[in-house]
T-cell receptor, first 116, second 111 residues
Framework: EAGVAQSPRYKIIEKRQSVAFWCNPISGHATLYWYQQILGQGPKLLIQFQNNGVVDDSQLPKDRFSAERLKGVDSTLKIQPAKLEDSAVYLC??????????????FGPGTRLLVL | KQEVTQIPAALSVPEGENLVLNCSFTDSAIYNLQWFRQDPGKGLTSLLLIQSSQREQTSGRLNASLDKSSGRSTLYIAASQPGDSATYLCAVTGGYNKLIFGAGTRLAVHP
């Protein structure tokens, strides 16, 4: 079974530029999560989708971050414009369902973003 | 607001030692607790998951315990090996399957 795929793996941009990350979850997984992991910290949930609807985006900086999940499958996370403090690893995860509490989340390899 | 703390932040030990990693959380209303391993440049791998009704889980040389009432969990690694070198993250699950992570313990096991 293929795992969670993410691209690109690395990205270097200058501040105020835009960047987009892509995630393809495990086939059949209804729930998709985007996490931000700043160096030396644990991952922090940015947004959670159930199919193509948003379950939780309370920690998403909506003035510069946006995310969508097309047709309830792939997802993109965009930053526009980027700031230095956005340098982090962006992890995508998926799980079968949210309604069953404690569903295992499967993580992708992450996209490492460096903002100069 | 749930907060998860891990102690120590970093640990360096010689091969063969038995280790204890600590995790504490502020709100005992959790569904479960997980321990993850993160290798540099890679995603997270789930090691052990303890349901809120359980006290411990074991997998090979790893044993995790949970005391929900006191808000604590420990990960015990027996007979450590250089291949155990990684960052170990503790996370609790709240509503809507939301994971809240600690900052992790960076473990280095040297030969």
């Amino acid at each position: 079974e293929a795992g969670v795929a993410q691209s690109p793996r690395y990205k270097i941009i200058e501040k105020r530029q835009s960047v987009a990350f892509w995630c393809n979850p495990i086939s059949g997984h209804a729930t998709l999560y985007w996490y931000q992991q700043i160096l030396g910290q644990g991952p922090k949930l940015l947004i959670q989708f159930q199919n193509n609807g948003v379950v939780d985006d309370s920690q998403l900086p909506k003035d510069r971050f946006s995310a969508e999940r097309l047709k309830g499958v792939d997802s993109t996370l965009k930053i526009q414009p980027a700031k230095l403090e956005d340098s982090a690893v962006y992890l995508c995860a998926s799980s079968l369902d949210t309604t069953g509490w404690g569903e295992t989340q499967y993580f992708g390899p992450g996209t490492r973003l460096l903002v100069l | 607001k749930q907060e998860v703390t891990q102690i120590p932040a970093a640990l360096s030990v010689p091969e063969g030692e038995n280790l204890v990693l600590n995790c504490s959380f502020t709100d005992s209303a959790i569904y479960n607790l997980q321990w993850f391993r993160q290798d540099p440049g890679k995603g997270l791998t789930s090691l052990l998951l303890i349901q809120s009704s359980q006290r411990e889980q074991t997998s090979g040389r790893l044993n995790a315990s949970l005391d929900k009432s006191s808000g604590r969990s420990t990960l015990y690694i027996a007979a450590s090996q250089p291949g155990d070198s990684a960052t170990y993250l503790c996370a609790v699950t709240g509503g809507y399957n939301k994971l809240i992570f600690g900052a992790g313990t960076r473990l280095a096991v040297h030969p």
